[in-house]
């Protein structure tokens, strides 16, 4: 894998208009589970490919659990109303074949607000419900989470977790050139794809500026759509290629998604 730069990701944010979403994602923790390729067979169309990489002499495959709280999820022209709500996204890291763009494939989202029904039912996302619970503790002064722990009870992907944090502690990225060419690959997709409930092909993008993350130690997880579905078992849950964290950033979501034809 040849290295890369944020700075050649990094580009001034698009206009929001129309019903375009500003949100504020606290809690966001990025953790990503290095397997064996054959396991996301005939998951995603030819179009694309997984973006894979070398570790310990291996071809691997990376998948990411990203929770987080929504917090002041508004629309950013109509900026009156406010939501807040718990949210947990599962993706693949892949290339689009077409564009040659790193992206990322989403297996779905479990989301703990009424307002689910949009994403849902107007625009056949798979998103389903859950009861989101976070359990945090942040020094301000050290800049490190004191506890992290976060429940979902939901049918589609019950999951806990917890994590630690040390002080000081360096970021290490396993099989990435250098430790910039993992914060691009694992921090800034813009662009997802996800097969819609439908069975349609659908795409949306997102804006952000450069994340400011830390690492995190995985003490605990039990992720129930990555046991099911058989892409990471139990075992191996409890071991995590790497955990990634930041208190609270800020994303751009362009609304609605887009079917592709």
């Given at each position: 894998?040849?290295?890369?730069?944020?700075?050649?990701?990094?580009?001034?944010?698009?206009v929001p208009k129309g019903i375009d979403v500003l949100c504020k994602l606290q809690h966001f923790a990025i953790i990503t589970y290095a397997v064996e390729p054959s396991r996301?067979?005939?998951?995603?169309?030819?179009?694309?490919?997984?973006?894979?990489?070398?570790?310990?002499?291996?071809?691997?495959?990376?998948?990411?659990?990203?929770?987080?709280?929504?917090?002041?999820?508004?629309?950013?022209?109509?900026?009156?109303?406010?939501?807040?709500?718990?949210?947990?996204?599962?993706?693949?890291?892949?290339?689009?074949?077409?564009?040659?763009?790193?992206?990322?494939?989403?297996?779905?989202?479990?989301?703990?607000?009424?307002?689910?029904?949009?994403?849902?039912?107007?625009?056949?996302?798979?998103?389903?419900?859950?009861?989101?619970?976070?359990?945090?503790?942040?020094?301000?002064?050290?800049?490190?989470?004191?506890?992290?722990?976060?429940?979902?009870?939901?049918?589609w992907a019950p999951a806990n977790v917890e994590l630690s944090q040390e002080e000081g502690k360096p970021i290490e990225l396993a099989g990435f050139p250098d430790t910039e060419?993992?914060?691009?690959?694992?921090?800034?997709?813009?662009?997802?794809?996800?097969?819609?409930?439908?069975?349609?092909?659908?795409?949306?993008?997102?804006?952000?500026?450069?994340?400011?993350?830390?690492?995190?130690?995985?003490?605990?997880?039990?992720?129930?759509?990555?046991?099911?579905?058989?892409?990471?078992?139990?075992?191996?849950?409890?071991?995590?290629?790497?955990?990634?964290?930041?208190?609270?950033?800020?994303?751009?979501?362009?609304?609605?998604?887009?079917?592709?034809?």
């Amino acid at each position: 894998m040849d290295s890369l730069k944020l700075k050649d990701f990094i580009h001034p944010r698009p206009v929001p208009k129309g019903i375009d979403v500003l949100c504020k994602l606290q809690h966001f923790a990025i953790i990503t589970y290095a397997v064996e390729p054959s396991r996301f067979d005939g998951l995603f169309p030819d179009r694309f490919k997984l973006d894979t990489l070398i570790i310990c002499g291996e071809e691997k495959a990376l998948i990411s659990v990203v929770p987080f709280i929504d917090v002041d999820f508004t629309s950013a022209v109509f900026t009156f109303l406010k939501f807040t709500m718990g949210q947990t996204n599962y993706r693949i890291y892949i290339i689009d074949k077409e564009t040659n763009e790193r992206c990322v494939w989403f297996l779905g989202t479990t989301l703990d607000s009424w307002t689910l029904a949009v994403p849902r039912f107007c625009w056949n996302l798979p998103w389903y419900s859950g009861e989101v619970k976070f359990d945090c503790e942040y020094d301000e002064t050290k800049r490190i989470y004191r506890k992290y722990k976060m429940t979902t009870d939901a049918k589609w992907a019950p999951a806990n977790v917890e994590l630690s944090q040390e002080e000081g502690k360096p970021i290490e990225l396993a099989g990435f050139p250098d430790t910039e060419t993992g914060l691009v690959y694992l921090t800034h997709p813009l662009a997802g794809f996800y097969h819609r409930r439908d069975g349609k092909l659908g795409t949306y993008r997102v804006w952000h500026k450069q994340l400011e993350v830390s690492t995190a130690n995985l003490k605990s997880a039990n992720f129930g759509l990555l046991s099911r579905l058989g892409l990471v078992t139990i075992e191996e849950q409890q071991h995590a290629h790497s955990v990634l964290i930041e208190p609270i950033n800020e994303f751009t979501i362009y609304l609605p998604p887009k079917l592709v034809k």
